[in-house]
């Protein structure tokens, strides 16, 4: 149980251009999902929690007009990188969480978009 | 604000080694702390999560302790296999509702 997909898996784009990114939780209602940046050796950086319904809340320096949050329903998140540039390249990787007292108050972390601006 | 470190930033060991790594965060008033594993390219599977009111969790050749006052904990793995490679990777949260703080992480390498 508890399974977070993400689509595509790996998606190369050109600058200036939109790519949009899904985060998909299988087999339970996510309430919340988190978006988070990772880049080389690096840890995994928060960018922005989604819970359904609401608007999305940022960190601290993540533009939320660049990054582009939407969470319209208990099982579905996606992030769209718009005009995308070169220093956007990264490994994207979404987590989900359900609802307290139901097993699934944990985040469960998808697969991971690795995202190639050329 | 919350900073996690983990030590060392790589490691490698031959198969069968019992081995130990290490995180440390600023911070003491956490909510729980959680070991991931992170295989290349691949997102995060959870390893072993402990509350604040524990003081260690096992899982078959994983065992995680947690040391809250001084900021610690460590990750034992026995008997190592290459199928364990990876990169292990520490996160603290301060309360339920609260983000996950993570670490650079450990790349463990086991060689056969």
């Known amino acids: 149980g508890a399974v977070v997909s993400q689509h595509p898996s790996r998606v190369i784009c050109k600058s200036g251009t939109s790519v949009k990114i899904e985060c998909r939780s299988l087999d339970f209602q996510a309430t919340t999902m988190f978006w988070y940046r990772q880049f080389p050796k690096q840890s995994l950086m928060l960018m922005a929690t989604?819970?359904?319904?609401?608007?999305?809340?940022?960190e601290q320096g993540v533009e939320k007009d660049k990054f582009l949050i939407n969470h319209a329903s208990l099982t579905l998140s996606t992030l769209t990188v718009t005009s995308a540039h070169p220093e956007d390249s990264s490994f994207y990787i979404c987590?989900?969480?359900?609802?307290?007292?139901?097993?699934?108050?944990?985040?469960?972390f998808g697969p991971g978009t690795r995202l190639t601006v050329t | 604000k919350q900073e996690v470190t983990q030590i060392p930033a790589a490691l490698s060991v031959p198969e069968g080694e019992n081995l130990v790594l290490n995180c440390s965060f600023t911070d003491s008033a956490i909510y729980n702390l959680q070991w991931f594993r992170q295989d290349p390219g691949k997102g995060l599977t959870s390893l072993l999560l402990?509350?604040?009111?524990?003081r260690e969790q096992t899982s078959g050749r994983l065992n995680a302790s947690l040391d809250k006052s001084s900021g610690r904990s460590t990750l034992y793995i026995a008997a190592s296999q290459p199928g364990d490679s990876a990169t292990y990777l520490c996160a603290v949260k301060k309360g339920s509702n609260y983000k996950l703080t993570f670490g650079k992480g450990t790349l463990l390498t086991v060689n056969p």
């Open positions: 402990i509350q604040s009111s524990q």
């Open positions: 989604s819970n359904e319904g609401s608007k999305a809340t940022y």
């Open positions: 987590s989900a969480r359900g609802q307290p007292g139901q097993g699934t108050y944990e985040q469960y």
